[in-house]
């Protein structure tokens, strides 16, 4: 069970090779083993786990059950779960346990899921290295060649990234507001998908920037989130945002081809300092869709430079907006004192991390009256400028091929101490977010030192079918089989 892919999983369920029984109980003892290290979970619901799987068993012996049924999968502790804590890996919100159930992981329920428990993030999913949880920083199961040091899982869903790697899940939610899904899958050697804004329902989900934030799933690879993914998304009236178009069955897309497809490679993504091995990379990405039949085509996404400008004031603006909510009064954590304004402000100073208050203040400041016009109005026409750019390439190409990251994993203590630096780790990722088109990575290569590396494939509103076909064509070729260190099947 060590190395099945979710698919592989689902076909032996429906053939009664294994139970779903045995499935949940093999992740949570792999859990016990790997988990003190790695601390991809906040919180683990094995009981809950085994009744699912008991009732999932109990439907395949019917030849019954939805699309997932037994699937045992990690949730991203940002979607509210009925009668399960939902931190957001803030303090604020440690003791919160929602009396409701998010849309997309009432989906995966309908289809029969199995949730293990609550995957790690940054707090409030605001960072690219899993280091600001409340609930301690989560390693990567990878480690570079000959070394033990502690490498990050990307973030901000990077709890969810190193589940599947180290096989503590067959799969994982993820939510992407700039990049979240796309970079931890492409630093921990898995595959993750943002769809097209508006795809996945976004009731029920913490709330970091309403406009930009997408579900998505993470797994180890494109063919188990392509079936993740057709149980995720879907209309739903809770969320004025999401869009009643029917869902197409992803896995069909798979094999497509790319026969004639027009590939789109933009300049702009290839600054000066682009690392010799990633560029090579995107190379190699490109030969493989070229000798698949694909043509590429150089192209031009001119406002991609201020990407990483507007995203930063347009995302810290709803989220300063968004958690103005967590006061002490109604939801989280309080800290009494004897005015309403004293408690407002001890509640939110012990409340928030020093990233989500660093956040708060910008994103206020770039909102109040003088600098509202200066920055957020012109970030908002900057973005329109952004998305014009991705508009017009895709008069002329079908999807575009760019790496995800600029880097491989880093190791805790690399992290740079200059928040903007570390912010830089999302230039490859955010204007498909600003532009609310859909995204993925996959794992296509590793790096001198054996870390993962991954290609993002950008596709058309609404098209996430084009990348699941180009991106299985470049998942076939680069053949990706390694494990990582930390692995369920290195310690059984
Ligand atoms: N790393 C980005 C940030 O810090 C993106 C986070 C996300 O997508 N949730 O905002």
Redesign the pocket.
């Known amino acids: 069970m060590h190395d099945m892919t979710l698919a592989a999983a689902r076909k032996a369920l429906s053939e009664r090779k294994i139970s779903a029984r045995e499935l949940v109980d093999h992740h949570l003892s792999a859990i016990e083993k790997l988990d003190g290290e790695i601390n991809s979970y906040i919180v683990t619901t094995p009981e809950k786990a085994r009744e699912a799987a008991q009732a999932a068993d109990a439907k395949l012996a019917k030849g019954e059950g939805g699309a997932l049924c037994g699937i045992p999968l990690g949730i991203k502790d940002l979607f509210c779960t009925d009668g399960v804590q939902t931190t957001a890996a803030s303090n604020i919100l440690r003791h919160f346990v929602p009396p409701y159930e998010s849309t997309v992981t009432h989906n995966l329920l309908r289809d029969d899921a199995v949730f293990l428990g609550k995957t790690n993030?940054?707090e409030?999913?605001?960072?690219?290295t899993n280091m600001t949880s409340a609930f301690g920083a989560v390693t990567n199961p990878w480690q570079r060649d000959g070394s033990s040091t502690k490498l990050v899982p990307g973030?901000?869903?990077g709890g969810s990234a190193a589940a599947v790697a180290a096989g503590l899940a067959l799969g994982a939610t993820g939510?992407?507001?700039?990049?979240?899904?796309r970079?931890p899958a492409a630093f921990c050697g898995i595959a993750g998908v943002?769809p097209t804004y508006g795809r996945c329902s976004r009731f029920g989900t913490i709330a970091?920037?309403s406009s930009?934030?997408q579900a998505g799933p993470m797994a180890r690879n494109l063919e188990d989130c392509a079936i993740l993914l057709g149980s995720m998304a879907g209309f739903d009236p809770k969320d004025s945002t999401c869009v009643d178009r029917p869902v197409p069955r992803y896995e069909d897309a798979l094999n497509r081809g790319v026969k004639g497809m027009r590939v789109g490679i933009p300049k702009e993504y290839r600054p000066d300092n682009l690392p010799a091995e990633i560029a090579a990379l995107w190379d190699q990405g490109i030969a493989w869709l070229r000798e698949a039949g694909a043509e590429p085509v150089e192209i031009s996404l001119p406002h991609t430079k201020y990407g990483l400008p507007t995203?930063?004031i347009v995302?810290?603006a709803e989220a300063s907006s968004n958690l103005a909510r967590y006061d002490g009064v109604r939801f989280g954590e309080r800290v009494p004192a004897d005015s309403l304004d004293a408690l407002y402000e001890a509640t939110r100073h012990t409340g928030f991390g020093e990233?989500v208050r660093r956040?708060i203040l910008m994103g206020t400041y770039v909102l109040s009256s003088g600098y509202y016009d200066a920055y957020y109005l012109r970030a908002q026409k900057v973005r329109t400028l952004i998305q014009r750019d991705f508009l017009n390439a895709f008069e002329n190409v079908d999807v575009i091929l760019t790496p995800t990251a600029p880097s491989a994993a880093f190791a805790h203590d690399e992290r740079p101490t200059d928040p903007v630096q570390?912010?830089l780790?999302?230039v490859f990722?955010?204007p498909a977010?600003m532009a609310g088109v859909p995204a993925l990575s996959l794992p296509a290569g590793l790096d001198h030192a054996g870390l993962p590396l991954g290609l993002q494939l950008i596709g058309r509103y609404f098209d996430e079918e084009t990348l699941f076909a180009a991106g299985h064509v470049m998942e076939k070729a680069a053949g990706f089989a390694k494990r990582p260190a930390l692995h369920a099947g290195n310690v059984a």
């Open positions: 993030l940054d409030f999913a605001m960072g690219s973030g901000s869903s939510t992407d507001t700039g990049g979240s899904i970079q943002k970091f920037a930009l934030d995203y930063y995302a810290l990233e956040r570390v912010y780790n999302d990722t955010v977010s």
